[in-house]
């Protein structure tokens, strides 16, 4: 035990990305490891931070922050209380460190680069797997950091 | 601990599948966990065994059965030096049950059908990025299984 190893988790507070959180904390992290708490923004949205960051990822901000400044203004971010809940938890019981780093751009690829930017040990992100036309937009943001992303994923479904 | 989780990792002795093998010893099981080493053989394959089991898939084997018996013989199965020593060490270091099991047909269908029959909570594949012709025949099985299967996947690069 106590390896270090970072685990990110992509997170857009969708039911799936929720079921991803409670997988890691209940099935991979321990004591010692790192969550990064990863947010991939749309391009278009406009938000004062994203000017100052948009080229590389906003800075890790760690949970306690995450849970204090005004991220719907700054980035556009709604956190859903039950997700702050799952990681607060899990920093205190599980002693695993929570950082969370917003992006902007597709998906698909910001998923990708933050495997390598933060030297990911794991990736754990929720399968859209909801409805024929969801499915064919945005189930492929799984199937393409599976390909893509040069460590391993898991895929959650909710 | 104790959660007495069932990991099935699917297995075809490719460098990617052991690498499977290592990150679910690594990184998932736990004491009081089972682990199932599926096999899928292909249809057209023509072993003793497959006539008795060809519908249900074979009886699951027990780790030390799995080591003795003439797989080869039995049902075409070549079992790996290595991988059958990272599976002895992992049951006897890490307590974890290692049964095997093998079907015969599509691997992306037997994969997700495997996952409701032997009640998986997590599956581990390898992912077979290597080279262009590969990915499109192969690379399909790990995407398949991502989007299909009723459990989380976890897909693993060599």
Redesign the interface.
């Known amino acids: 035990m106590g390896r270090n ?1 970072t685990v990110g988790i992509g997170m857009d507070y969708s039911p799936m990305s929720k079921s991803a959180v409670r ?1 890691a904390i209940d ?2 992290v321990e004591e010692g490891d790192r969550i990064v708490l990863i947010h991939v923004q749309s391009s278009k949205s406009d938000h004062p931070q994203k000017k100052l960051w948009e080229a590389t990822g906003s800075p890790l901000i760690p949970l306690e922050e995450f849970k204090e400044i005004n991220l719907s203004k700054l980035y556009g971010i709604n956190p859903d209380p039950e997700v702050l809940s799952l990681l607060d938890t899990a920093s205190k019981t599980k002693k695993v460190k929570v950082v969370s780093k917003i992006y902007w751009g597709d998906p698909r690829e910001k998923l990708c680069n933050a495997v390598d930017e933060l030297k990911l ?2 990736l754990v992100v929720g ?1 859209r ?1 909801l409805g024929a036309i969801k ?1 064919v937009l945005l ?1 492929s943001v ?2 393409y950091v ?2 893509n992303a ?8 909710g």
Do not use: A, E, H, Q
């Open positions: 190893r997988w099935n991979l040990d794991s399968s797997g499915r189930g799984s199937n599976v390909t040069s460590c391993p994923v898991t895929v959650v479904k």
